[in-house]
């Protein structure tokens, strides 16, 4: 570890930073991709905003003017509260070593930075914390010497994720409809939703995807209400009305509850970006849909004739 060297990240290598941030990243959205991103965009942004933090450095590990690694530090001063004494500690946020410079030594020389930079700022601690299936992090954390003193449990209550629908998949989505498509209940057909519509949605980030693993197992859209919103049947009053609208789940994981739980997603959704409706149309003869969406809140409020086809109303306050 003498000849490498720990200093402060420098403006212009935030590029080749975010790099080695994508790497870890990639550990983490392999290891949940319920949680994770794969394809984060902005991970330059995001070192210099770190860089930019008071309490906050980026750290960078170099040999021969070769970066090999990097750490994001905060120094956090807590008060202390009824039930706890103040508390000091560094707590390292991100430490990566670049895949090709792994048992280089960086992470331990990184780690030995930063403890003697706690000492010599009197923090009495050096805090981290690490994702039960990154071993090797773990391995690596042991091994320097660090002990675990709490653990984070969860209850997985559903093995599905949701995403928002990228371009990349939209023959995908197109094949999750073409297999509902005149089914009985479904009002589908070949002309509605067509590639158009979907690549549509996408555009304008309405639709969602609910996956089980990496398949696409559900597709939603969430959008404000331009289309419906004249309609005299809605009882509830609403300033910024949403609808959400083609709704579809795969035969073979139908009558699983799916339905619903992608409508709670959806209404969640854009429930946190400040809609205060959600309001839907059904198809009369759409058993399994009208009872997906009263288990999710929906209230049947009339019905319309419109696209000769004749709708229920279902609406929604969201809060």
């Known amino acids: 570890m003498s000849n490498i060297t720990i200093r402060d990240m420098q403006q212009q290598e935030a590029a080749e930073i975010a790099a080695l941030h994508e790497q870890i990243q990639t550990i983490h959205a392999n290891g949940r991709p319920d949680l994770f991103i794969a394809d984060y965009e902005d991970a330059m942004g995001l070192m210099l ?77 050096v805090e981290l914390d690490v994702w039960d299936f990154n071993e090797s992090a773990r391995n690596f954390y042991h091994a320097i010497g660090m002990s675990e003193y709490r653990h984070f449990l969860e209850y997985s209550l559903s093995p599905y994720r949701f995403e928002r629908i990228s371009p990349d998949h939209t023959s995908e989505v197109l094949s999750l409809y073409d297999s509902l498509r005149n089914l009985p209940g479904c009002t589908w057909d070949d002309e509605y939703p067509d590639r158009q519509i979907i690549e549509e949605d996408i555009r304008c980030g309405y ?109 929604k306050k969201l809060n």
Not at 96 to 112: I, K, P, Q, T, W
Request: net charge negative.
């Open 49 to 125: 905003w770190h860089a930019a933090q008071e309490d906050k450095r980026v750290l960078v590990a170099e040999r021969d003017s070769q970066l090999l690694g990097y750490a994001v530090i905060q120094y956090v001063n807590r008060e202390a509260t009824p039930y706890s004494h103040a508390r000091r500690s560094v707590h390292v946020e991100e430490l990566c070593v670049d895949e090709n410079h792994r048992r280089s030594g960086a992470g331990r020389a990184l780690m030995s930075y930063i403890t003697e930079d706690a000492k010599k700022r009197a923090y009495p601690r």
């Open 207 to 315: 639709l969602f995807g609910m996956y089980d693993q990496d398949a696409l197992i559900a597709v939603g859209a969430a959008l404000p209400d331009d289309e419906l919103t004249h309609l005299s049947q809605w009882q509830i009053p609403s300033e910024k009305p949403c609808v959400l609208s083609r709704i579809g789940v795969r035969t073979e994981m139908q009558g699983k509850g799916l339905a619903a739980q992608l409508v709670a997603f959806l209404a969640d959704k854009m429930h946190a970006s400040g809609y205060d409706t959600a309001r839907m149309l059904v198809s009369p003869g759409n058993d399994r849909a009208l009872r997906a969406y009263r288990n999710s809140g929906f209230t049947h409020c009339g019905s319309v004739v419109m696209y000769n086809e004749e709708w229920l109303c279902f609406e």
